[in-house]
C-alpha cells in the first residue's frame, strides 16, 4: 500500500504472505511529515516468539528444549529488562539459557538488567551489551558459564559488575570491558583461568584488581590504559 504524509496509519499485528509470518515494529499510530523507515521483524518460524519486547526462539525437540534471547526487536529506548528465568510456549515451560549475539546492542538508554534467581541463563554472546553506554551496573549470575567477546564492551558508564557466588566461568574474553571507562568495582570469580587480549582495556578508572589465584593466562593489552 501506499500512504503520503499526513495520513493515519496503524500497522498490522501480523502480515501473512506466501506461507511466512511478519510482524511490523513498532505500531504507528500518525505518520509524521517526513519520510518514515518501518523496521519489519521477520519472523523465522512458529518457534520464534516476541514477549515484552524481547525476542525469542524455541528450541522444542529433543532433550535440549530451551530458548534463546535474539536481537532485533527489543525497544532500542528500553530502560530497565528482565531476563527470564523461563518462558512459555504453546502450554510448555522453556529455560532461557542463551543472549545471543548482539541480543541488546546499541540500547542506549538501557540502565538495569535483572537476572531472577535463580537463573537458567548460561552464555551470554559476543557484543550482547555492546555500546549500552547507559548500564550502570550488572550481576553475571552463577549459571553463565560463558561470556562473548566485547559482550559489555563501550558500557561507558558501567561502574560495578558482580559475579555470582559460586561462578565456575573459566575465561574472561576478549574486549569483554574494553573502554568501560567507570568501571571501578570487580570481583573476578575464584574459578578464572584466562583472561584475555584487551580485557580490561581503556578502564580508566579501575585502579586496583585481585587476580584469582588459578589465573595463568593474561592476554596482550588486558589492561592496557587501566
Known amino acids: 500500500d501506499t500512504y503520503w504524509c499526513g495520513d493515519k496509519v496503524v500497522a498490522p499485528a501480523e502480515i501473512e504472505k506466501d506461507g511466512y509470518t511478519y510482524r511490523l515494529d513498532p505500531e504507528l499510530e500518525n505518520m509524521p511529515d517526513e519520510d518514515v523507515t518501518v523496521t519489519v521483524t521477520y519472523l523465522e518460524s512458529e518457534k520464534e516468539q516476541v514477549i515484552n519486547g524481547i525476542r525469542y526462539y524455541v528450541y522444542?525437540?529433543?532433550?535440549?528444549?530451551?530458548?534463546?534471547?535474539?536481537?532485533?526487536?527489543?525497544?532500542?529506548?528500553?530502560?530497565?529488562?528482565?531476563?527470564?528465568?523461563?518462558?512459555?510456549?504453546?502450554?510448555?515451560?522453556?529455560?532461557?539459557?542463551?543472549?545471543?549475539?548482539?541480543?541488546?546492542?546499541?540500547?542506549?538508554?538501557?540502565?538495569?538488567?535483572?537476572?531472577?534467581?535463580?537463573?537458567?541463563?548460561?552464555q551470554i554472546g559476543s557484543q550482547a551489551f555492546y555500546n549500552c553506554?547507559?548500564?550502570?551496573?550488572?550481576?553475571?549470575?552463577?549459571?553463565?558459564?560463558?561470556?562473548?567477546?566485547?559482550?559489555?564492551?563501550?558500557?561507558?558508564s558501567l561502574g560495578e559488575v558482580t559475579f555470582g557466588e559460586g561462578s565456575t566461568l573459566q575465561l574472561l574474553p576478549a574486549s569483554i570491558f574494553l573502554n568501560c571507562s567507570a568501571l571501578t568495582d570487580i570481583i573476578l570469580p575464584a574459578s578464572l583461568t584466562t583472561i584475555a587480549n584487551d580485557a580490561f582495556s581503556g578502564c580508566e578508572k579501575l585502579t586496583s584488581i585481585i587476580i584469582p589465584e588459578n589465573v595463568s593466562n593474561i592476554g596482550l593489552r588486558a589492561f592496557k590504559d587501566s
Open 60 to 122: 522444542t525437540q529433543g532433550e535440549n528444549r530451551h530458548a534463546e534471547i535474539m536481537p532485533g526487536v527489543t525497544p532500542y529506548n528500553a530502560q530497565e529488562i528482565t531476563i527470564p528465568t523461563s518462558i512459555t510456549y504453546k502450554e510448555n515451560s522453556f529455560d532461557v539459557t542463551v543472549i545471543r549475539n548482539d541480543a541488546f546492542k546499541d540500547c542506549m538508554n538501557l540502565t538495569n538488567v535483572t537476572f531472577p534467581s535463580p537463573s537458567n541463563i548460561q
Open 133 to 156: 553506554n547507559k548500564l550502570r551496573d550488572i550481576d553475571i549470575p552463577k549459571s553463565v558459564t560463558e561470556l562473548g567477546d566485547g559482550a559489555l564492551r563501550y558500557c561507558t
